[in-house]
């Protein structure tokens, strides 16, 4: 692998050009927000202008823009499942009063659920996931008789199991793939785990095989993030054999991931770590017997809050508990001496601090542009930004607000983007009986994308972890029930496990869905 030519691609593509070396360079955007003086502000979804959506959605070759207006959207005025269009770079959103945890609502209608199992979690803002989701499994932390652990249950709630090991609560929790049984998880001490799932081929019973388990290091913080490569030749792969991937890197597409504690982030190379622990022939490590496995990347005495692989590996994004984001190159094969290179620093929400960073990615698209797009989140997510990473512009603004200024609770949002395609973002509120629904528009051609559709949905108790792993558009009012996708979320009572139909006039989701409650 040609690293400088990996380099300079990258500098192409971001439109550095060489220099002397120098300290990269920190932006800061601040976006404007609701003027009340401008005649042309609009309120809620003015449909006079809905062809800014049909063309952007239609992905046709007159591109078109949303306004730089700002538009403000009281949900009291719109019903349960409405569809909403968003026509400007400037979006409010009010919540609706019935989602309050102190309306008597009885939820949405369009969401249908029942009890598969119940535990009391506690209602808090988490950093990471307390649930993950595939094709066959969905797994999720809880604390059993004799500790910390995650029980994973097949899709059909045919077997589960424990998965032990932890000594404090979970802080993240992944699955590499949805069609994979690779689960990655780490505990608030930084114990970080990657098991196997497969059943048993005698009793069908599921069986949680230990794949590697690394110590904590010798300090470290509670809050901890996993984030695996979303790598595009999965897409390509009916069924995925995970220990041949892990085994065999000259056949497959490296096995990466990045993990973070502290001011700290490691890329691991997954295959390297694999091929240590069949020559050892033991799975618990120290950090200091796998150096040849993983890359770090200090943010400089600041915490990070959150990181993004790009879908190729090349690029990692990391923001910190300050008002940074950072972008790294680094080799995907993690093979090399070579020192990850700092590529840009910007400040996205100005001086507050960064809650969110996720990458908008279509990964399915026949392409070798990645990393194109960018959102970030602020004050628990209560901000929302779409960047693009050619100019650094920010292209939308996205503002949660509570019902009333007399509300006592903020939003606190729990995100979730649609995988491999990034058309689809899920938002929920765990202060508020709320899932929230975005379409999105990517457009890597004119170097564009929005959020341009919303429809929310009241629940019966506010979620505080989310997930979902694919979704099918139907156009116009289709009623196949073959085309379905899966979300996951969680509230803190009960277990769930339903089908839920959004439908509207511009195109329906079917989705088979597993939550997790809050009373």
Same mark, same amino acid.
């Given at each position: 692998?040609?690293?400088?030519?990996?380099?300079?691609?990258?500098?192409?593509?971001?439109?550095?050009?060489?220099?002397?070396?120098?300290?990269?360079?920190?932006?800061?955007?601040?976006?404007?927000?609701?003027?009340?003086?401008?005649?042309?502000?609009?309120?809620?979804?003015?449909?006079?202008?809905?062809?800014?959506?049909?063309?952007?959605?239609?992905?046709?070759?007159?591109?078109?823009?949303?306004?730089?207006?700002?538009?403000?959207?009281?949900?009291?005025?719109?019903?349960?499942?409405?569809?909403?269009?968003?026509?400007?770079?400037?979006?409010?959103?009010?919540?609706?009063?019935?989602?309050?945890?102190?309306?008597?609502?009885?939820?949405?209608?369009?969401?249908?659920?029942?009890?598969?199992?119940?535990?009391?979690?506690?209602?808090?803002?988490?950093?990471?996931?307390?649930?993950?989701?595939?094709?066959?499994?969905?797994?999720?932390?809880?604390?059993?008789?004799?500790?910390?652990?995650?029980?994973?249950?097949?899709?059909?709630?045919?077997?589960?199991?424990?998965?032990?090991?932890?000594?404090?609560?979970?802080?993240?929790?992944?699955?590499?793939?949805?069609?994979?049984?690779?689960?990655?998880?780490?505990?608030?001490?930084?114990?970080?785990?990657?098991?196997?799932?497969?059943?048993?081929?005698?009793?069908?019973?599921?069986?949680?095989?230990?794949?590697?388990?690394?110590?904590?290091?010798?300090?470290?913080?509670?809050?901890?993030?996993?984030?695996?490569?979303?790598?595009?030749?999965?897409?390509?792969?009916?069924?995925?054999?995970?220990?041949?991937?892990?085994?065999?890197?000259?056949?497959?597409?490296?096995?990466?991931?990045?993990?973070?504690?502290?001011?700290?982030?490691?890329?691991?190379?997954?295959?390297?770590?694999?091929?240590?622990?069949?020559?050892?022939?033991?799975?618990?490590? %120290?950090?200091? $017997? #796998? =150096?040849? &496995?993983?890359?770090?990347?200090?943010? +400089?005495?600041? @915490? !990070? *809050? /959150?990181?993004?692989?790009?879908?190729?590996?090349?690029?990692?994004?990391?923001?910190?508990?300050?008002?940074?984001?950072?972008?790294?190159?680094?080799?995907?094969?993690?093979?090399?001496?070579?020192?990850?290179?700092?590529?840009?620093?910007?400040?996205?929400?100005?001086?507050?601090?960064?809650?969110?960073?996720?990458?908008?990615?279509?990964?399915?698209?026949?392409?070798?542009?990645?990393?194109?797009?960018?959102?970030?989140?602020?004050?628990?997510?209560?901000?929302?930004?779409?960047?693009?990473?050619?100019?650094?512009?920010?292209?939308?603004?996205?503002?949660?607000?509570?019902?009333?200024?007399?509300?006592? %609770?903020?939003? $606190? #949002? =729990?995100? &979730?983007?649609?995988?491999?395609?990034? +058309?689809?973002? @899920? !938002? *929920? /509120?765990?202060?508020?009986?709320?899932?929230?629904?975005?379409?999105?528009?990517?457009?890597?051609?004119?170097?564009?994308?929005?959020?341009?559709?919303?429809?929310?949905?009241?629940?019966?108790?506010?979620?505080?972890?989310?997930?979902?792993?694919?979704?099918?558009?139907?156009?116009?009012?289709?009623?196949?029930?073959?085309?379905?996708?899966?979300?996951?979320?969680?509230?803190?009572?009960?277990?769930?496990?339903?089908?839920?139909?959004?439908?509207?006039?511009?195109?329906?989701?079917?989705?088979?869905?597993?939550?997790?409650?809050?009373?």
């Amino acid at each position: 692998m040609d690293f400088n030519f990996i380099s300079n691609n990258l500098k192409e593509m971001l439109k550095i050009t060489p220099a002397e070396p120098t300290a990269p360079q920190v932006m800061e955007e601040v976006a404007p927000g609701p003027s009340s003086s401008d005649p042309n502000q609009q309120a809620d979804g003015d449909e006079k202008t809905a062809d800014v959506v049909d063309v952007l959605a239609g992905g046709d070759n007159n591109h078109v823009a949303p306004t730089n207006d700002s538009q403000i959207i009281d949900l009291a005025t719109h019903a349960d499942g409405s569809f909403i269009h968003l026509l400007n770079r400037n979006i409010v959103i009010k919540a609706s009063p019935q989602t309050e945890t102190t309306s008597e609502s009885k939820g949405s209608s369009k969401i249908k659920n029942a009890t598969v199992t119940k535990f009391e979690w506690e209602r808090k803002y988490q950093m990471g996931n307390l649930l993950s989701l595939t094709n066959k499994y969905f797994s999720y932390a809880i604390k059993g008789i004799n500790g910390f652990c995650v029980r994973v249950m097949t899709k059909d709630n045919s077997t589960r199991l424990l998965l032990k090991g932890m000594t404090n609560t979970v802080a993240d929790m992944s699955f590499y793939d949805p069609k994979s049984s690779l689960l990655a998880v780490v505990d608030c001490d930084c114990n970080f785990f990657v098991f196997c799932l497969k059943n048993d081929v005698f009793t069908s019973e599921a069986i949680g095989d230990l794949i590697l388990h690394i110590k904590p290091p010798t300090t470290s913080t509670s809050n901890h993030r996993i984030n695996w490569i979303a790598n595009p030749d999965l897409n390509k792969m009916d069924q995925i054999d995970d220990i041949g991937l892990l085994s065999n890197s000259e056949l497959y597409p490296p096995v990466l991931l990045v993990l973070t504690y502290g001011t700290y982030a490691e890329i691991w190379n997954l295959n390297t770590a694999y091929s240590t622990r069949e020559k050892m022939g033991r799975c618990v490590f %120290n950090r200091d $017997e #796998l =150096k040849t &496995a993983f890359t770090t990347i200090d943010n +400089e005495d600041v @915490l !990070v *809050s /959150d990181c993004e692989l790009s879908p190729n590996g090349s690029v990692l994004a990391l923001s910190g508990f300050d008002d940074k984001v950072k972008c790294w190159q680094v080799d995907p094969q993690t093979e090399t001496e070579t020192e990850p290179e700092e590529l840009h620093c910007w400040k996205p929400h100005g001086d507050v601090q960064v809650s969110a960073l996720k990458f908008l990615d279509n990964s399915t698209n026949d392409t070798d542009v990645f990393w194109r797009f960018v959102m970030t989140g602020c004050n628990k997510n209560r901000e929302l930004k779409i960047w693009c990473t050619v100019t650094w512009n920010c292209l939308q603004t996205i503002q949660f607000d509570p019902s009333s200024e007399l509300c006592e %609770n903020l939003p $606190e #949002l =729990k995100i &979730a983007v649609s995988s491999p395609t990034s +058309e689809f973002l @899920l !938002v *929920s /509120d765990i202060q508020r009986n709320v899932l929230y629904a975005f379409r999105t528009v990517l457009n890597t051609e004119h170097e564009y994308a929005a959020f341009v559709t919303l429809s929310y949905y009241q629940l019966t108790a506010p979620i505080i972890s989310l997930d979902f792993i694919s979704t099918i558009v139907q156009n116009g009012k289709s009623k196949n029930k073959k085309n379905k996708s899966r979300n996951v979320h969680l509230h803190n009572d009960e277990w769930n496990n339903g089908e839920q139909r959004i439908d509207s006039d511009g195109f329906s989701i079917s989705s088979d869905s597993v939550s997790l409650v809050s009373s």
